[in-house]
Structure formats: structure tokens, C-alpha cells
């Protein structure tokens, strides 16, 4: 039995399958309906969410499933202090399968470890969002007709925006793609997006304040939000917000054929001007990630049928001495019984990162 915490534990070839029977969902919707007839979603979201919460839910009464959960943390047992294993545990006696959304980084993969049913991560903080990663793979192949050769830009806050983080991740490990990472300067990529993927595979980026100078390059702009809730100081994010603004002008500038993602919600970094713009593909996007879900739900429960035992953790090269992490937004700050552990990355700098949410080691 697997879970999907990073968009990493799928390999390319399952990531075309995922794709393949997204495709197929599309054109034979019928075929899928009682898929997951008396199976059971459970939808744990701690953290507000509109699409991401309605698009699970909807992908799994698509397949016949049903579907139970709570959609603010006030409304469940976190609210008198229950641990997120605890709620693993307990959820793994009602439901089939979890998807979690979690304002802390590493939620989900505490409860992937304590569950005895698959967890999907449906974003932890400022970390991860591999479900969006899968809308956004199957959008850019309906919209390019290719996952390779491509320049991708990213723009907006890269350094909270966890839809960029897996999207990378993802990307890296098709052939001839270029990113372009355009953010103010204060929101850049974080290091370890940086160390972890673009470096060891030696893939070309480009860093650039410049969204016009950088659009008549792009095949591929993803645009996102300045994640207000995960800035500390309000000063901060009210002088960063209006970064950038993509406008009808602006998609003067790119090529004819490119497309313009957005994992959405938008404030008002695109203009409604450019909605009826062809290359416009965030609404087609939202609705991809449906039928993404739906063919993750089925094969995580497939898997899990064939192969019940949840599966074991490579804990060859971790390290369980070190101090707790200092991360903020990392779970273990207020599941304080969780044991600090540790994840050598770099052998020759001796870097350690925390499984959790794989901030540096301060040792
Ligand atoms: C994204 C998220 O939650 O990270 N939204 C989503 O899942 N579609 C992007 C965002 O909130 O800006």
C-alpha cells in the first residue's frame, strides 16, 4: 500500500499512466462510474480550499465512491488537541482513503505513517501540492501536446508557493526543459527546491525579476499567488503584493502558441482581460485536476487492495540525534512528541534535512 506525499514517490512511467487513464476517464466517463462503488474518501482538510477539497470529492462520486470529512481544523478533533496520528488511525477505521490538506509541513506524511489506508497530500503549508502537479502535467500535455522540450516560467511567490515546489520536482525529470523562476527577490525558490532537483540533475534556470522580459521565451507560464497566510510580517506581503500583474498587453509579448496555468485561486495577478485568451488554460486546468484525482484514487485503492501492508520507509540514511527542527511551520512544532529525524542529503557538506518538512539540519 502507497501513499502520494511528494510528487516524487510516482515515477515518470506511472506519471504517464496517471496521465493515459485521465485521458481515458475523459473519453469514456461511463466506463469509470461504479469504479469505486462502496469505497469511502475521507477529506481531512485543516486549511481552507475550494477546488482542491470539491475537486476530490467530486472525483470520487464520479467513480461511484462516497465521500466523508471535515473542511476547517475547528470542525474536527484537532480543535481539543488530538494528535494527526491519532486522527490517521481513527479515520483508517471509517474510510478507504484520505486526502489531508494541512497548514504545517509534513501532516500528511505523519499520517501516511500512523494510517492503515492510502494518504493523499493535499498540500502541506508551504511545502508540497502533488495533486495540483498532476493537473498541471495533464494540462500542459492536452494544452502543448508534449511534457518534453519545453521553457517553463514560473511566476509570482516561489518561495511559499508549494504548486511551484512539485511542479519543479515533476518537471526535472522530463528531457529538455528550461525554467525561468521570475519572483521579487524576497521569494525566490527556497534552497532546497534548488539543491534537491535543479543542481544534481543540472537542469538550466534562469532567475529574473523581469515577467515581460521573460514572456516571449516561454512555451509554458505559471502564474501564482502571493501566499499571503504564510508571510510572517503583514508589512512584507503588503509591499510585495501587486508584484505582478499579467495583462492583456503583457500576452502580447509571448508566442503564439504558449499556455498561461494558474493553480488558482487568483487575486489579481492575472487580469480578467485575459480569460478569453485562447492560451488562457487555468479553468481547463482546475478541471483537469477531476480526472488527475479520479486516476489516483484508483490506483492508490488498487494498490492498496493487491498489496494491504503500508509500505516501508528507506531509513538507510537517516540520523536521529539531532536537535528539533527549528522550522515554524514544520508539524513536529507542535506535535512535540514526534522524534526529530533527519535525512542526510549532501555526504561531502555533511547537510541533514528534516523529514518532515526538510529544512536544514542546524547542526
Ligand atoms: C493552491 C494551493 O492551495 O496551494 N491552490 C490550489 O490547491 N488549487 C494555490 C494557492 O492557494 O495559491
Known sequence: MRSLI?????S??????????????IANPVAYQDKCAHKKLATLFFEPSTRTRLSFEAAMMELGGNVIGFSSANSSSASKGESIADTAKIISCYADIIAMRHPLEGAPYVASRNASIPVINAGD??????????????????????LNDLTIGLCGDLKYGRTVHSL????????????????PDELKLPKYVRYNELDPKGIPYEETA???????KLDVLYMTR????????????ARLKDSYVLTAEKMAL?????????PLPRVNEISVKVDDDPRAAYFRQALNGKYMRMALILKLLEEAKNDPIREAIDTSNLVYDRPACINPRCITSTEQELPAVYKLVDKTNQIYRCIYCEAKSVQ
Not at 226 to 237: G, K
Open 6 to 10: 511528494d510528487i516524487l514517490d510516482l
Open 12 to 25: 515518470v512511467e506511472e506519471l504517464d499512466q496517471l496521465i493515459a487513464t485521465a485521458k481515458d476517464i
Open 125 to 146: 503549508g508551504g511545502h508540497f501540492h502533488p495533486t495540483q502537479t498532476l493537473a498541471d502535467l495533464l494540462t500542459i500535455s492536452r494544452e502543448m501536446g508534449r
Open 168 to 183: 519543479i520536482a515533476a518537471m526535472c525529470r522530463y528531457t529538455g526543459i528550461k525554467f525561468i523562476l521570475i519572483s
Open 210 to 216: 523581469d515577467l515581460e522580459e521573460a514572456l516571449p
Open 226 to 237: 502571493i501566499q499571503q497566510e504564510r508571510f510572517d510580517d503583514p508589512a512584507e506581503y
Open 254 to 262: 509571448a508566442k503564439e502558441k504558449m499556455c498561461v496555468l494558474h
